[in-house]
């Protein structure tokens, strides 16, 4: 009981007080040093004693009362309701309460964690604007198609930037592509004239690059777009124009629209943009640039790709193509077959391989098509033609070469075929009899364009009906396949698998060997692929097989 007695009046502020004891004094001072009020209530809830920091977050707080929610908010509000916890905002600060028991003495511990909170709220946001930008990164890297990249900037910007975006493209013959969106994932695009830009002098700037950074304007301004900017009554009342970094000029320009309700843009807000518009930027100039060399690859390509083959009486034709992967389409292989210009009918003929691969090559294959193009006007003997041919590659100083097989095909007498051909370094052509033996034809000569006053070689074949002749470039007997992938298809394989092909159109024969190339290959990488099949067709003419 004594002992109660004792405990009590020291918690209490008793006796000992009175007498201003020197251990109460310092056990005030001590705690006045903590970093958290304490406030002790009898068990009736009076508030008995408390240090100095509990007048700074309760000021009207006092001993003798029980805390109401007027003077103690919070605290109060636990008292009364028994609460071990609280956490609540009182008198801008975020306090946080729990409750303890020294004897029958309730002892609150109150914090103050407003800084803290401050800092978890600040530290969610930066993670959520990182994983925004690095979402935006992925995304927009995602796709060289500029129209998704196009909308996909503008579906990004909503709702995570603002309630409505508008992304203005530069003027482009006479008009400006633009893509906008008022509701996630809900795009639209479409097209106003050039002219109206002026008309809108923020958009203006950011377009030419003269404004690189942020400006905020009324969405007012962009009434004369014609119908481009979403619905005043969706964006809102503050509007946020930035231009998109290209690699010289700005990719485009976007509009960023928030409502009254939303609010205005404050410094953290501009950053986020910033750095949004320079990923957006650069994966639009990507796209760009890729849909520029795309289109320069397809025009390229179309003026390569081998032409139809001709119609000609007496003269069967058939032909198979396929370029090497992972090069644009373009090839260094290539055949062209056309009318023979004389009256004696039949068809000149070439196929050719040029050294390299991708657009050296391509660049090559049309210097020397179009090489061969216009000596056919004025030469019609293939070795003079291919002596002229490798003087234009020399003085052209590319430091490349190609091999060549040209000639003519004219038809004779009883329906049979006569092919005079020229070579230089080409693999030698095959013959195939009408009893399906494989004849090779070894032409010679050298490569065409690596030497000034090269030797080229020349030989004849006589062709009977139905009988054909196969030209063919390395990049068959040279596919690599078979079981383990390595091993060459080779020319005797060829002449096998050509030998089984007596009696079929030439359309059929070369289909087939391209197939059979493709089986040994399996999917594998290869070279340019190349045939062409010429076939004496007596009182007919008939073409088959088309590029691969």
């Not at 009207?60 to 636990?78: F, T």
């Not at 090069?327 to 292989?333: H, P, R, Y």
């Not at 009906?465 to 030209?471: C, G, H, R, S, V």
Request: charged fraction near 20%; aromatic fraction near 6%; hydrophobic fraction near 40%.
């Amino acid at each position: 009981m004594t002992h109660t007695r004792a405990r009590s009046r020291a918690v209490h502020g008793g006796d000992g007080e009175k007498r201003g004891r020197p251990g109460r004094k310092l056990s005030q001072v001590l705690f006045d040093l903590v970093d958290q009020a304490v406030v002790v209530c009898d068990p009736s809830g009076v508030v008995r004693w408390c240090n100095r920091l509990t007048g700074v977050y309760f000021p009207g707080l006092r001993p003798g009362k029980v805390p109401d929610l007027a003077v103690a908010g919070p605290l109060g509000q636990a008292v009364v309701s028994s609460a071990a916890r609280f956490d609540a905002e009182f008198l801008g600060r975020r306090l946080a309460g729990r409750r303890s028991t020294v004897g029958d003495c309730p002892v609150w511990l109150i914090r103050d964690e407003t800084e803290v909170r401050r800092c978890e709220v600040e530290l969610r946001a930066e993670r959520s604007r990182t994983a925004f930008l690095s979402e935006a990164g992925r995304r927009l890297g995602a796709s060289l198609h500029h129209g998704r990249t196009a909308r996909g900037v503008v579906e990004l910007a909503v709702p995570a930037l603002a309630d409505a975006a508008l992304l203005v493209l530069p003027p482009r013959a006479g008009h400006a592509d633009w893509y906008r969106c008022a509701a996630p994932g809900a795009a639209e695009s479409g097209a106003l004239p050039a002219s109206s830009l002026e008309r809108v002098p923020p958009l203006r700037r950011a377009l030419s690059g003269l404004w690189p950074w942020p400006a905020v304007c009324p969405p007012g301004q962009f009434a004369a777009l014609r119908g481009a900017p979403p619905d005043p009554g969706k964006g809102g009342g503050e509007s946020l124009v930035t231009a998109l970094p290209g690699s010289e000029a700005p990719a485009g320009a976007l509009v960023l629209f928030r409502s009254a309700e939303a609010g205005g843009w404050n410094a953290e807000d501009a950053a986020v943009v910033g750095d949004f518009a320079f990923r957006a930027g650069m994966a639009l100039s990507t796209a760009a640039l890729y849909a520029q060399q795309a289109h320069t690859a397809d025009v390229l390509q179309a003026g390569l790709d081998p032409a139809p083959l001709p119609d000609v009486p007496g003269v069967r034709l058939g032909a198979a193509y396929r370029p090497a992967p992972g090069e644009l389409g373009f090839g260094g292989d290539f055949y062209q077959v056309e009318p023979a210009r004389d009256d004696g009918g039949g068809v000149e003929f070439v196929l050719g391989d040029v050294c390299g691969k991708g657009v050296e090559a391509a660049v090559l294959t049309g210097h020397v098509r179009q090489s061969l193009r216009t000596l056919a006007l004025v030469e019609s003997r293939p070795l003079r033609v291919l002596d002229v041919l490798n003087q234009s590659l020399l003085e052209a100083d590319s430091g490349r070469f190609a091999s060549l097989v040209i000639g003519t095909a004219r038809p004779g007498s009883g329906g049979a075929l006569d092919v005079v051909l020229a070579g230089g370094g080409h693999p030698p052509p095959l013959v195939l009899r009408r009893g399906g033996a494989v004849e090779a034809v070894d032409v010679g000569g050298m490569l065409v364009g690596a030497l000034p006053g090269p030797e080229f070689g020349q030989a004849g074949v006589h062709l009977a009906p139905e009988e054909l002749i196969l030209l063919y470039s390395d990049g068959v007997t040279e596919a690599r396949g078979g079981p383990e992938g390595a091993e060459e298809y080779g020319a005797e394989r060829l002449a096998h698998d050509l030998e089984v092909c007596a009696g079929m159109p030439a359309g059929a024969v070369a289909e087939r060997v391209d197939m059979r190339v493709a089986h040994w290959l399996a999917g594998r990488a290869h070279d340019d692929i190349a045939v062409l099949v010429l076939q004496a067709s007596p009182g007919s003419s008939g073409t088959a097989g088309a590029p691969r």
